[in-house]
């Protein structure tokens, strides 16, 4: 129930403010024998990494993650390289770029939109700097503990995610291509709308301002079995693991709102047995979930981020003496932080996806 | 992390089968010198119960609670009459109804939208009696953990919900009003629609099929400062909570998706000094909730609930023995499974609270 | 970590008080396809229930095990029988002979040696009846749980405890012959101590006193490989199960408190290859296990039961109210609470076993 | 329930291996607003770290902590000082003196008494250096954690442990004096034994060998009421908190095995009204405990740890390719591990009781 833990059995341990030295978690129930060094983790924190493009905050992060414990090298007469062992991977990555001072005229500000007011209605003090702990900076040890959850879930679970709405901008359902994501800088999932979503956030980024958007996942090669009534519902840990990622304030799986406009007869997904004698779903209304198990169908959500509280617009608000003030935010940040939410959002997938695995290994075999 | 618990401090541990011969819960970690009896549970579950109107199953159940354990009435002389002693508080539901001969036709047929797939997947068997524990007969324990949970919250904090979408029909956000949803067979968030959407549901009802919606929360009266950073954040706890309802699909904190569409400027909610020289939001886009903490405004939520998946129209799906055949469902169901959602919406948004208040009680005393 | 729920992946949830209308647990977690029925509770049951003997409390109680859930006959044709069905499930045990006025008397004084000050130090109230949930009477559901657990574990793994000390009286370690437990009325881990040990009880009972007694444990069948480091070793869940026992005051693992007198070299057991080429351990101070993790070789542990409180000898006490005076007990007791923790110690190492080939499974597969 | 995870609401996760880059902890939950600095704990590292007499092991670590987030000083206006945040505390202790070397020849043997064996059986690899995530290294971050509880519990909650029986040499009960045990390198809880148990221990150092022991524990200022029953016991907390500890055998509470030969009479601690009005106990025969609940009085408890496993006399093992040696160990070692345990059954007391109080103060307030 840990407030900065994650997960049951693959479970995550995150620490760290924005400003303060490092950032690092603590990756606990890792299974044994299973390859993993730092280069398996750097491709993913590079994506999230800030400063690629200029659509993201230009803070300079290098976001170099050192593993400390929980993997070891045991020879070369072993043959296999460094491997987990069974005891909880650390994993950690100094703050290189931290410009508190960036933030001094802020530290008394309750920023709207941020987390500033609620810490300090919470606990009494508050780390101002950088937003402290509840900076999306944080997101970059999910990211890394989502690499070591992919290495537990094989090549066979596919995870994939990409931006489908950017503000009023859609992308329709049937062209979303989640190949395209990588090779954009908005993480777009389609090719084609890259142009006009650039002209548009060029235009958000350019006035200070920013914008909210809808991150949609797809995760094939689950197979049936995985999540478990009633509580441990593998869309209701889904949700969780969503709305704890900063800025997301919605999730839906499979057609998620849109079942609200369907009859049970449009709805239900029918099944027939497919050639090798297995069950298929003729369609996918479901997300891949019934009941809160797996139906061997690709699990799909989608996740709404709203838009980057930081802007460069004044806005009122008060300080933690109850003076009323204007406020705006000069720091670095991101126009739309559900883009580097992309990789986020898979991550926490990948850490639902291996706690599942190892459940449903635990109780059923 | 119990697949069948819910909560940490504040904790609900339910079990039973629609057709076994009781359901149950156990409510453990519950404030002592609490007043409680089953007449505080009693009208919660009389709420969710079937057989209420035309537009629920015609199941008939009494959902008589039975507390078993847990409140002790110390006697005349203390005068408090039977309270909370800190100790586990099991409640109790007696089946009555159950009627398994409807459903001995399709004990092999994997009803599509239904978990009877899932479950015979991962566990190789099934109790199909009435779905057994995919039931949304559990539901009734959550509507009895709720009603202590309310009064560990105490009056200050009120919880409603109420149905602001029934298929294609909504209410204006402007037009929802919680105080007529106990009024109204639909458990509609306005009076106006009913007549409307009665004549709606009938249609869907005697044309054997069913419909979705979407159930929206507002709980008043909760203070700034619960929740936590940040996995035990309290918009992650709510969406596990509703995502873990049977037929929820979707949940929404504040605007939810519509802040995907929303900029920085028109997102965050500005502050000013109240009168009483606490600090008052000006709108509320954020539903209660930053970084994880409530800000002390309402809570607001939306849930979209799928269309009941037990309809009269046949399906096409398949047996576990691998035989393609059509199912229809004759049994005693829904024609839309959100009504009684509502009040289930309220208990689980409860126990959220009663465990945020205690956990927060706990760290920050 | 909830107060009245015990272990992790096999989880049992127990409830209820002394003289309340019934005692029930929830076992979670037990994995699907277990052939399991009221009749596989009951032996255990009968163990420890009270009774028996003359040498145990003369409460009345059948102990018949009810199971309310989680448990699924499919049919003739599955050819299976009730089987666990993977969902919790529930046992009830009703109370029928609770005489509360039996301690009307002592409802306001704290009985020395008895948690009625505590109870009422921590909640502000309690639930004086036969002790309410702090009696002995709540480890009939343990002995309940256990009977599943030894069900997951599996035949291979035997789990056998006995008495092997008796106030002043000790049976040599040599000389503990766990087969003779259940033969005699005392669960004395030696046949030829009996006649000696009876006549020293009977004088105890007579006198309207109690003594206590250690209990020794020896399991047999473990793999090497089950526990985890550092805060969940085998040894550390074991110590916590066993001094969670009503009355349990000490244990110890292998030579325990002898080690503390041991060289290094008297101590360590010695490995050899054994004739099928797998490891042999030369002796066993360490009582199987090794840094928290089984070795193979037998689990051995030892637990001291203080003598029951409630004796005839009128003790020095207060009342609630802040009186001073003396009390007795003269409701049912048993004169050495250790002879029914036999079967306890045995169910809760059951348990403890279960869970951790459980967790051993998730992690390692 | 993570395996490298203590506690529940005040909860340590600590990783890192004895020859590995560094070790930590991360200590979650912890109340807000707690003055705290790497000077808070220096001194309790101090007393456990190596190398500060020759009756421990001569490895050469400052053992110097560094506290990487969570704690903040909100600057000079604030007048604070450094102060815990609310948010998790990262400690950090880098490893300075990791000679690999020192164990390159017994890589592939498995020492006798170690967990080379249990590890290697249980996760199929073993980071053997020095004993990787088995070794007793990790116990400085619970000191660290210990030290972070103490500042939680405040100075009204006094922990003092200390070695009462070494090898075969016992201070009797009634001389047990916890102020004497840092004022002498044995930390004997009394100054009189100092001699002659040095000359002892001196003896078994030059011979290569290593001795047993036995560490009492005291807590006073522990108001009654923490602890809970039925599987959260105070009692069981301490137990698998001590049993937790590398070398630890035996646990007992209060008088313990000793319980076993004492009447109902003699056992059970009489209660009088003190001069304030308040109970007070004639005896602490139960340790503080009663039904899992502290009592107010002091807490005792006494721990039994085995002789350190790694000693110069050559021992029979075997190897994981299952050759038949005989090994000694060449390292740097403590010839009585238990002294260096006194600072960190201390600390898992403290660890023990912080989780309590907040547990306590969740449900009660």
Redesign the interface.
């Known amino acids: 129930?840990?407030?900065?833990?994650?997960g049951?059995?693959f479970?995550v341990?995150?620490?760290?403010?924005s400003h303060?030295?490092?950032?690092?978690c603590?990756v606990?129930?890792?299974?044994?024998?299973i390859p993993l060094s730092e280069a398996d983790l750097q491709p993913w924190l590079d994506r999230r990494k800030p400063g690629g493009s200029r659509f993201v905050t230009q803070r300079r992060e290098s976001d170099t993650a050192r593993i400390?414990?929980?993997v070891?090298d045991?020879?070369p007469e072993?043959g296999?390289g460094p491997?987990t062992?069974?005891?909880?991977?650390?994993i950690q990555i100094d703050n290189e770029d931290a410009r508190s001072k960036d933030y001094g005229d802020i530290?008394r500000a309750?920023r709207?939109?941020?987390?500033d007011?609620?810490?300090q209605?919470?606990?009494?003090?508050?780390?101002h700097r950088g937003g402290?702990?509840?900076s999306a900076r944080?997101t970059a040890l999910r990211v890394a503990a989502g690499a070591v959850a992919r290495k537990v879930l094989g090549e066979a679970v596919r995870i994939r995610a990409g931006v489908v709405?950017l503000?009023?901008h859609r992308i329709a359902p049937e062209a979303v291509d989640f190949d395209a994501v990588y090779d954009n800088a908005l993480f777009a999932a389609s090719a084609e709308v890259v142009p006009a979503w650039e002209a548009y956030l060029d235009g958000?980024r350019k006035a200070g301002?920013?914008?909210?958007?809808?991150v949609a996942l797809e995760v094939t090669g689950v197979p049936?079995?995985?999540?478990?009534?009633?509580?441990?519902?593998l869309?209701?840990?889904?949700?969780?693991?969503?709305?704890?990622i900063?800025a997301v304030?919605?999730?839906?799986?499979?057609?998620?709102?849109?079942?609200?406009?369907?009859?049970?007869?449009?709805?239900?997904?029918?099944?027939?047995?497919g050639e090798d004698?297995r069950?298929v779903f003729?369609s996918n209304?479901?997300?891949g979930?019934?009941?809160?198990?797996?139906?061997?169908q690709p699990l799909t959500a989608?996740v709404?981020?709203?838009?980057?509280?930081?802007?460069l617009?004044p806005?009122?608000?008060?300080t933690r003496d109850?003076t009323?003030i204007e406020v705006s935010t000069r720091g670095r940040h991101d126009p739309c932080v559900?883009l580097r939410g992309v990789p986020v959002v898979e991550a926490m997938a990948a850490c639902v996806l291996a706690d599942a695995m190892?459940?449903?290994?635990?109780?059923?075999?």
């Open positions: 129930m840990s407030h900065n833990t994650f049951h059995l479970r341990t995150t620490w760290g403010e303060g030295p490092a950032i690092g603590v606990d129930g890792c299974p044994p024998l400390l414990s929980g070891f045991d020879g072993s296999m491997v062992t069974g005891a909880p991977i650390a530290a309750f709207p939109g941020h987390a007011y609620t810490y209605a919470k606990y009494g003090v508050r780390d402290g702990r509840s944080e709405q503000g009023p958000v301002s920013s914008i909210g958007a809808v049936a079995g995985w999540g478990a009534p009633v509580y441990g519902k869309d209701a840990d889904l949700a969780a693991a969503m709305m704890s900063n304030k919605g999730v839906e799986i499979g057609v998620g709102f849109g079942a609200a406009e369907l009859s049970g007869e449009a709805n239900a997904d029918a099944m027939r047995l004698g069950p003729l209304h479901a997300g979930v019934l009941g809160g198990i797996s139906t061997g989608r709404a981020f709203k838009p980057t509280s930081s802007i617009t806005g009122q608000t008060i109850g009323e559900a190892l459940r449903h290994r635990a109780q059923v075999g």
